[in-house]
């Protein structure tokens, strides 16, 4: 027979027990959650972990923050409001710039905003927040924030009709200077694979890569544009990367002012970050993965 606690073990266990349950992360993604870099924060020049309370440090003195996503990861939905809440907590009042709103929608966004409008809803409406293409309940509580802080709120998107004309005409779009070799080859190596494999015809491929390079400086554009204040910016995981995402678009003076987080899930087999995280992001906030379909199952080549 096991012995009889007394009392006072009880307590004392039930404390601890209370203690590392408040301790554990809780995480929305179902996969992986015991992975050991599932919640660490790798700083990608010094080449070691560091706490989340270094992290809201390093983003409170950075005029720009960009928070890289994959869309569909609820964990980094809920990671990028923690962030956000750092900042106004730090005393930081910046704009809340997203790819989620498309550009050409920002004069109705602020025609709401200056009606008093404060429902999430309502601005989200107002900006033609794609509820089918996005997961509106994920960045819900991102503009919620934004409109109760009186954060400005940045469309940050190209238009589709831009987009459109640009994989069309497979041209650089007015004021882009023609993509080097090397950076061409990288990003039509991440369209096919982002394809299944599958090698899109040249002309498509072309009109792809220039419509990505049009985003990311329309982006760095309107970051570019904010006053002292600064911005987030929440993003596509590859738009925020130092190497050919948005920073590589800024002025150059302002790359300096930029804190590139990355939200990235763990990869099975892989217990170290890795090496050329370096020259991607300066912190890489690992997590478990998302549960998704097999993004080839139904995949239609454009």
């Given at each position: 027979?096991?012995?009889?606690?007394?009392?006072?073990?009880?307590?004392?266990?039930?404390?601890?027990?209370?203690?590392?349950?408040?301790?554990?992360?809780?995480?929305?993604?179902?996969?992986?959650?015991?992975?050991?870099?599932?919640?660490?924060i790798?700083?990608?020049?010094?080449?070691?972990f560091?706490?989340?309370e270094?992290?809201?440090?390093?983003?409170?003195?950075?005029?720009?923050?960009?928070?890289?996503?994959?869309?569909?990861?609820?964990?980094?939905?809920?990671?990028?409001?923690?962030?956000?809440?750092?900042?106004?907590?730090?005393?930081?009042?910046?704009?809340?710039?997203?790819?989620?709103?498309?550009?050409?929608?920002?004069?109705?966004?602020?025609?709401?905003?200056?009606?008093?409008?404060?429902?999430?809803?309502?601005?989200?409406?107002?900006?033609?927040?794609?509820?089918?293409?996005?997961?509106?309940?994920?960045?819900?509580?991102?503009?919620?924030?934004?409109?109760?802080?009186?954060?400005?709120?940045?469309?940050?998107?190209?238009?589709?009709?831009?987009?459109?004309?640009?994989?069309?005409?497979?041209?650089?779009?007015?004021?882009?200077?023609?993509?080097?070799?090397?950076?061409?080859?990288s990003?039509?190596?991440?369209?096919?694979?982002?394809?299944?494999?599958?090698?899109?015809?040249?002309?498509?491929l072309?009109?792809?890569v220039?419509?990505?390079?049009?985003?990311?400086?329309?982006?760095?554009?309107?970051?570019?544009?904010?006053?002292?204040?600064?911005?987030?910016?929440?993003?596509?995981?590859?738009?925020?990367?130092?190497?050919?995402?948005?920073?590589?678009?800024?002025?150059?003076?302002?790359?300096?002012?930029?804190?590139?987080?990355?939200?990235?899930?763990?990869?099975?087999?892989?217990?170290?970050?890795?090496?050329?995280y370096?020259?991607?992001?300066?912190?890489?906030?690992?997590?478990?993965?998302?549960?998704?379909?097999?993004?080839?199952?139904?995949?239609r080549?454009?």
């Amino acid at each position: 027979m096991y012995p009889i606690a007394r009392p006072a073990t009880r307590l004392a266990c039930a404390a601890l027990a209370l203690l590392l349950a408040a301790c554990a992360p809780t995480y929305l993604s179902p996969l992986q959650q015991d992975h050991p870099l599932a919640g660490r924060i790798w700083d990608t020049r010094a080449r070691m972990f560091v706490t989340r309370e270094a992290l809201f440090e390093r983003a409170a003195a950075a005029r720009f923050v960009m928070l890289g996503e994959a869309h569909d990861n609820p964990d980094h939905h809920r990671l990028q409001a923690e962030v956000l809440a750092a900042l106004r907590k730090a005393g930081r009042s910046p704009a809340l710039a997203m790819e989620q709103f498309d550009r050409e929608h920002q004069a109705a966004l602020d025609a709401a905003r200056a009606r008093g409008v404060r429902d999430p809803e309502r601005i989200a409406d107002a900006g033609r927040f794609d509820r089918k293409g996005w997961n509106w309940p994920q960045y819900r509580p991102l503009v919620q924030e934004a409109v109760a802080a009186s954060l400005p709120l940045l469309a940050a998107n190209l238009s589709r009709e831009d987009a459109r004309a640009l994989m069309k005409a497979g041209r650089p779009a007015a004021g882009l200077a023609p993509a080097p070799p090397a950076l061409r080859a990288s990003l039509e190596q991440d369209i096919v694979e982002g394809h299944c494999g599958h090698r899109p015809s040249a002309s498509v491929l072309a009109g792809m890569v220039e419509a990505q390079r049009a985003r990311d400086a329309q982006m760095a554009a309107v970051l570019a544009g904010t006053d002292a204040r600064g911005a987030v910016l929440i993003a596509g995981a590859g738009h925020t990367r130092h190497d050919r995402g948005v920073p590589a678009y800024l002025p150059a003076d302002l790359r300096r002012d930029v804190l590139a987080i990355g939200f990235l899930e763990v990869e099975a087999g892989r217990t170290e970050p890795r090496p050329e995280y370096a020259d991607l992001y300066d912190l890489v906030w690992f997590t478990p993965r998302a549960e998704r379909e097999d993004p080839c199952k139904n995949l239609r080549m454009p």
